[in-house]
């Protein structure tokens, strides 16, 4: 019998050891890698942001509530997409969730096409950010090289300006502008003018 390789990673947060059961489960019997934990607090001390996954975690829980893990991953810069289970008295809360970023929420009772639904739709979400959330990490990294001087000069030289007028703006000689220019370009790891606007707007 061949096992399905798992098609991405779904974080169960709940305190009820049986909905941890009942959608460890159904996930898992399509493939899915499931991650059980009994509080927000236990996952936050263990959890790496990784690029094809979801959390599913319950609104209410005793410690740290749904709404207090979405402001703590928002705080750490993580973006992977949350769907909220919520009951009826929650759903006002779980709008609030979804104006903070949260993916989606589900009413209970739960039904198990739903939940696969809702999970399948993120997942794809979380690749997209992961990757958005590398790009930044490479640009800041680039940027982080630069001199103040060579910041300046790169955005005089994205608004459009020349050598010249950035010369006689900066109180530098041509030549000086253009080495600061051949430099911020190599550290920056881009070839032209364009990759340059590319990196900085």
Request: charge should be neutral.
């Amino acid at each position: 019998m061949n096992i399905p390789e798992p098609t991405g990673i779904v974080y169960l947060i709940d305190d009820d050891p049986f909905i941890l059961q009942v959608h460890r489960e159904l996930l898992g019997s399509v493939g899915l890698e499931v991650r059980s934990y009994s509080s927000s607090t236990s996952f936050l001390e263990t959890y790496r942001p990784g690029p094809h996954e979801c959390i599913l975690c319950d609104l209410r829980m005793p410690q740290l509530s749904g709404l207090q893990l979405q402001a703590e991953l928002l705080e750490r810069g993580v973006e992977t997409p949350i769907i909220f289970i919520t009951g009826h008295a929650d759903v006002a809360t779980a709008v609030e969730a979804m104006r903070r970023g949260a993916f989606d929420y589900i009413e209970k009772p739960v039904h198990g096409q739903q939940l696969l639904d809702r999970v399948n739709a993120a997942l794809p979400v979380s690749r997209q950010r992961y990757q958005e959330r590398l790009q930044r990490e490479v640009r800041e990294a680039r940027l982080a090289l630069l001199t103040p001087q060579e910041r300046r000069i790169a955005q005089w030289v994205v608004q459009g300006h020349s050598s010249r007028e950035i010369a006689e703006r900066a109180g530098l000689s041509v030549r000086t502008v253009e080495n600061h220019r051949a430099r911020l370009m190599e550290k920056l790891h881009v070839g032209s003018v364009v990759e340059l606007v590319r990196l900085l707007l």
